[in-house]
T-cell receptor, first 113, second 111 residues
Framework: NAGVTQTPKFQVLKTGQSMTLQCAQD?????MYWYRQDPGMGLRLIYY???????DKGEVPNGYNVSRLNKREFSLRLESAAPSQTSVYFC????????????FGQGTRLTVV | GENVEQHPSTLSVQEGDSAVIKCTYS??????FPWYKQELGKGPQLIID?????GEKKDQRIAVTLNKTAKHFSLHITETQPEDSAVYFC??????????FGKGTRLHILP
């Protein structure tokens, strides 16, 4: 019963480095989401994928790219990390049908120095 | 696009008292309003949700109300217990669309 699995759990990057955050779900969900969580700012949507093969920008997409590799996997890439991208990143998924619960991963804590 | 406002940002209540958290949304087409609880170091978890064809829903000590005309919804926790201490998020969504969250409320249950 894995649910939504994110890797890595922790990461430290230097400014300008690139990395990919991985997310996989085993619930056969259609929709997947990437959020960032900063103190006092709640959960802000970066990108989402309503179904395999589609991606759309959320509230704060600048500096990020995503790939919906297949139905299970949705990755988030930072091409050139900046200190402003220091945050906790959460991946979520849901069936995508009418009004369904979203399930979240445990998060990736990213620090950019 | 959708905008969700949540108040208060911090709430302290005595154990056994009730807690109320309020949210407003901007998109009248939103039809799904979940509430999530986040404990330290973990991802958010759904505690209750309400759909736009319902005005109120209750699950034991937790209830949610929805006023579609005013575009606001509220979470009510009665007989609060220490394990209710956490961060709570409201959210709004349309069918098959993105989920937009409020900024969260940190709830402290005082002994």
């Amino acid at each position: 019963n894995a649910g939504v699995t994110q890797t890595p759990k922790f990461q430290v990057l230097k400014t300008g480095q690139s990395m990919t955050l991985q997310c996989a779900q085993d619930m056969n969900h259609n929709s997947m989401y990437w959020y960032r969580q900063d103190p006092g700012m709640g959960l802000r949507l970066i990108y989402y994928s309503a179904s395999e093969g589609t991606t759309d920008k959320g509230e704060v997409p600048n500096g990020y790219n995503v790939s919906r590799l297949n139905k299970r996997e949705f990755s988030l890439r930072l091409e050139s990390a900046a200190p402003s991208q220091t945050s906790v990143y959460f991946c979520a998924s849901r069936t995508g049908g009418p009004n369904t619960e979203a399930f979240f991963g445990q998060g990736t804590r990213l620090t950019v120095v | 696009g959708e905008n969700v406002e949540q108040h208060p940002s911090t709430l302290s209540v005595q154990e056994g008292d009730s807690a109320v958290i309020k949210c407003t949304y901007s998109d009248s087409a939103s039809n799904y309003f979940p509430w999530y609880k986040q404990e330290l170091g973990k991802g958010p978890q759904l505690i209750i949700d309400i759909r736009s064809n319902v005005g109120e829903k209750k699950d034991q000590r937790i209830a949610v109300t929805l006023n579609k005309t005013a575009k606001h919804f509220s979470l009510h926790i009665t007989e609060t217990q220490p394990e209710d201490s956490a961060v709570y998020f409201c959210a709004a969504s349309k069918t098959g669309d993105k989920i937009i969250f409020g900024k969260g409320t940190r709830l402290h249950i005082l002994p």
